[in-house]
């Protein structure tokens, strides 16, 4: 198996050693993983990508490359001009240092790498490490996505149909704050919302004068509803939650008839 990889947090992050790991046990010993990703943090893009300027590419080592661009940039310069000649079977994005479930899910360029990866054909999975008391201040916060994240892909491929949508599925996988032998499974999870959690800003003045504004995250200890992905995380499971990239609301689509006109 020929795996490409990628994250948010760029190419220097722990978690991207630790998804490293996870994609070398499930290529094998004949399989091949690559490498390549942010030159720097692209935390919180999205799915963006740098399409009114060039990216430079930097070859650092054998199979791992630094692009100066967004996480599908680099899946893109992964499919299209790093392996080119033969395309990834699996694209993996992370483990991405905190969660991106519930609204998280609309902002993370983790996510945004692996929507990439779905929109190109390729099977394609996003995994996060929830952060919180129990992990956060470990020897190895990302312990948990190291020691189940290999078996949770394998699961994930094996259980997923046939897709020829035009849209294809992709899997945000949400490991739970907590160390690895408090794992209690794995939980097929809706995404959720987090009641009177939004991202906000905090202003501060420079000693210029000039005034700047930080964006601020909410309290991640918050429950989505039950059993979807934020509330099965905090209970200690890992959340798999399929997704497409179409933004769609079906749901309402019959009772808006009468905008057909």
Same mark, same amino acid.
């Given at each position: 198996?020929?795996?490409?990889?990628?994250?948010?947090?760029?190419?220097?992050?722990?978690?991207?050693?630790?998804?490293?790991?996870?994609?070398?046990?499930?290529?094998?010993?004949?399989?091949?993983?690559?490498?390549?990703?942010?030159?720097?943090?692209?935390?919180?893009?999205?799915?963006?990508?740098?399409?009114?300027?060039?990216?430079?590419?930097?070859?650092?080592?054998?199979?791992?490359?630094?692009?100066?661009?967004?996480?599908?940039?680099?899946?893109?310069?992964?499919?299209?001009?790093?392996?080119?000649?033969?395309?990834?079977?699996?694209?993996?994005?992370?483990?991405?240092?905190?969660?991106?479930?519930?609204? %998280?899910?609309?902002?993370?360029?983790?996510? =945004?790498?692996?929507?990439?990866?779905? &929109?190109? *054909?390729?099977? #394609? +999975?996003?995994?996060?490490?929830?952060?919180?008391?129990?992990?956060?201040?470990?020897?190895?916060?990302?312990?948990?996505?190291?020691?189940?994240?290999?078996?949770?892909?394998?699961?994930?491929?094996?259980?997923?149909?046939?897709?020829?949508?035009?849209?294809?599925?992709?899997?945000?996988?949400?490991?739970?704050?907590?160390?690895?032998?408090?794992?209690?499974?794995?939980?097929?999870?809706?995404?959720?919302?987090?009641?009177?959690?939004?991202?906000?800003?905090?202003?501060?003045?420079?000693?210029?004068?000039?005034?700047?504004?930080?964006?601020?995250?909410? %309290?991640?200890?918050?429950?989505?509803?039950? =059993?979807?992905?934020?509330?099965?995380? &905090?209970? *200690?499971?890992? #959340? +798999?939650?399929?997704?497409?990239?179409?933004?769609?609301?079906?749901?309402?689509?019959?009772?808006?008839?009468?905008?057909?006109?």
């Amino acid at each position: 198996m020929r795996i490409l990889i990628t994250n948010d947090d760029g190419i220097a992050a722990p978690g991207l050693k630790t998804l490293h790991a996870i994609a070398k046990q499930l290529a094998g010993g004949t399989g091949e993983v690559w490498t390549v990703a942010p030159a720097f943090e692209q935390s919180g893009v999205g799915h963006c990508i740098s399409y009114t300027h060039p990216m430079m590419i930097s070859k650092l080592d054998t199979r791992r490359y630094a692009a100066e661009g967004s996480p599908a940039d680099c899946v893109l310069a992964g499919v299209h001009d790093v392996m080119g000649d033969a395309p990834p079977d699996l694209i993996l994005s992370g483990v991405n240092r905190g969660n991106n479930s519930a609204e %998280n899910a609309l902002y993370s360029g983790t996510l =945004g790498g692996a929507m990439e990866g779905a &929109l190109q *054909g390729i099977p #394609s +999975i996003a995994l996060s490490q929830y952060f919180g008391p129990a992990n956060a201040v470990s020897a190895d916060p990302f312990e948990a996505a190291l020691v189940h994240g290999a078996d949770t892909v394998r699961r994930i491929l094996d259980a997923t149909p046939q897709d020829t949508a035009d849209y294809r599925l992709f899997y945000n996988v949400n490991f739970p704050p907590v160390p690895a032998a408090d794992v209690k499974g794995t939980r097929l999870s809706a995404q959720g919302r987090r009641p009177g959690v939004l991202f906000s800003t905090e202003p501060h003045e420079a000693p210029s004068g000039r005034r700047f504004v930080w964006i601020k995250g909410g %309290n991640q200890q918050v429950p989505t509803a039950r =059993g979807t992905d934020a509330a099965v995380n &905090l209970d *200690g499971y890992i #959340s +798999i939650t399929p997704m497409r990239a179409d933004l769609t609301a079906h749901d309402v689509m019959d009772s808006l008839g009468a905008l057909n006109a």
